[in-house]
């Protein structure tokens, strides 16, 4: 078939048959343009969301429930799901639609962000969720975290530097008999955070990882990969961004600060 064809009629197959897409191209063509860090109460799916800036929630409706990044089978009625960077609760709402009766940890490490969670949790009635107003990390000493408005804060974001309180991943799993899903978006922690529970992943069953590479550090994609390859898992690695001429066009240009981020999706074979 004529690929011109065949990439049309992908996207009208896919306008009809998923209505999450119709949804996205609705929020994209309502407040795509609107200006960014404006809160916003949305109404989505059946649920109202307080949203502190539109075009990283359409960004994250378009990942999370359009291409079901975080989807995961599991014979077990009620399982456990440890969403490290739970933001305002997007992955949450799409992990009790997948899973009602799961029980879930949720860490976000931003105060006002935080809040924003515990808002649109309580709103919307959704329970069997502890959130965690604290940064995943290698230790509960605390650690300095650069903070942003909606998505992006991180260790290594110079701007808004403040200490914030911090969790030993490595406890949570260590308390853990299964651990159905372990979700990390944290922003540029996940391989510091991995290396010290690389022991004690053996009772996790699936992992989503978004690696973040900083211009001016370490890449160590090789480390991570290992530590997967090590625990027993398979992995699928897709880019964050699609990007022209990589060998030119060496910055993420959303991110100037970073040159590389990948989505990894692990699941355990042994």
């Known amino acids: 078939m004529n690929l011109f064809f065949q990439f049309t009629l992908f996207g009208i197959y896919k306008f009809f048959t998923n209505p999450n897409y119709r949804k996205l191209l609705w929020l994209a063509f309502l407040y795509g343009n609107r200006k960014r860090y404006k809160h916003k109460k949305l109404s989505i799916l059946g649920y109202v969301l307080h949203v502190p800036d539109c075009r990283s929630f359409i960004w994250q409706f378009k990942e999370i429930f359009v291409e079901e990044y975080y989807r995961f089978d599991s014979v077990n009625k009620t399982p456990v799901i440890l969403d490290c960077g739970a933001n305002i609760g997007t992955s949450v709402i799409y992990f009790k639609k997948l899973y009602p009766n799961a029980r879930i940890i949720a860490f976000e490490a931003n105060p006002d962000i935080a809040k924003i969670l515990k808002e649109n949790l309580d709103t919307n009635k959704i329970t069997d969720v502890d959130v965690v107003e604290k940064a995943v990390w290698m230790n ?72 973040h590479s900083y211009l001016m550090r370490e890449q160590n994609l090789g480390e991570l990969i290992t530590i997967l390859e090590k625990n027993g898992f398979r992995y699928y690695v897709k880019a964050n961004d699609d990007r022209n001429k990589p060998l030119v066009n060496r910055k993420i240009k959303s991110n100037p600060e970073m040159d590389l981020q990948l989505n990894i999706f692990a699941y355990r074979t042994k």
């Not at 899903?181 to 053996?202: F, Q, T, Y």
């Open 140 to 211: 509960d000493e605390g650690i300095e975290f650069g903070l942003e408005a909606s998505d992006a804060s991180s260790i290594y974001k110079e701007e808004n530097k403040t200490k914030v309180p911090s969790v030993r991943l490595k406890d949570y799993l260590v308390k853990k008999n299964n651990i159905d899903m372990l979700k990390m978006d944290i922003e540029g922690a996940e391989l510091e955070v991995l290396k010290d529970c690389k022991d004690n992943l053996s009772n996790v069953a699936n992992m989503f990882i978004e690696f």
